[in-house]
């Protein structure tokens, strides 16, 4: 497939996008019809609000995820604490311990990846290692009933006003993910990255820049499909 349209102003312009491309010229695969190797870029990730009205995104529990990241606890009683139930697709990831590895905030605080990242933005401005890991191939055997959909996000400090469209230095952040479904998926995944962009932006003192987004596999579930 070719000229696929990698450039948004924010993330409800690409979900609108993204969900018509797939009903009409995705492949059958699996129990999904699925898009490969998609890149795209939003250039404004703090307009995180998706206003589709068959979607019904609902921002107060993006905001709940977002916070049970922020609190490293993988158990989704802590999610549950936070938005007052825990939703079934979690319910159906926990392990016997009712921990989920796919709690991204968990895994970034492990071996205080996102610490490292800021100390190496703020010491090394031009570094390509600001980056974090979460999908490990090392750790399958731990992924029996959740694995983490994403492989990994990086940062890059960005002075040149010429790369930035700004006067003053941004962050951009690269996001790379194996699979990604659309539906609940990319919803709630771009707040809460978009949110973890903005974190890591302020610790440095820097404004937000643009949010790059890239899926080996972005797909909808069949029952998704024409809504």
Same mark, same amino acid.
């Given at each position: ?99 989920? +590895? &796919? @709690?991204?905030? %968990?895994?970034?605080?492990? /071996?205080? $990846? ?63 993910? +194996? &699979? @990604?479904?659309? %539906?609940?998926?990319?919803? /709630?995944? $771009? ?31 069949n029952d998704k499909l024409n809504k």
């Open positions: 497939m070719t000229n696929i349209k990698n450039n948004f102003k924010n993330a409800d312009d690409a979900y609108d996008y993204f969900y018509s491309l797939i009903s009409t010229d995705g492949s059958y695969y699996g129990d999904t019809k699925a898009l490969f190797n998609v890149g795209f870029y939003i250039n404004d990730p703090l307009d995180m609000e998706i206003t589709n009205k068959s979607r019904a995104w609902n921002r107060e529990y993006a905001e709940a995820e977002w916070q049970w990241y922020l609190s490293g606890d993988p158990s989704i009683d802590k999610l549950g604490e936070i938005y007052g139930k825990v939703p079934l697709i979690w319910e159906n990831m926990a392990d016997s311990d009712r921990n989920c +590895r &796919s @709690n991204y905030g %968990w895994q970034w605080n492990r /071996n205080y $990846q996102i610490d490292k990242v800021v100390a190496k933005l703020s010491t090394h401005k031009d570094t390509r290692q600001a980056a974090i890991s979460i999908y490990d191939g090392k750790e399958i055997d731990t992924y029996a009933k959740d694995t983490p959909c994403t492989y990994g996000i990086q940062f890059t400090l960005l002075y040149d006003q010429k790369l930035t469209g700004r006067q003053n230095p941004a962050l951009n952040m690269t996001v790379l993910m +194996r &699979s @990604n479904d659309l %539906w609940y998926g990319f919803c /709630n995944d $771009q707040y809460c990255f978009a949110q973890l962009q903005k974190l890591v932006a302020k610790r440095l003192s820097v404004e937000v820049g643009t949010y790059y987004h890239f899926a080996t596999n972005l797909h909808l579930y």
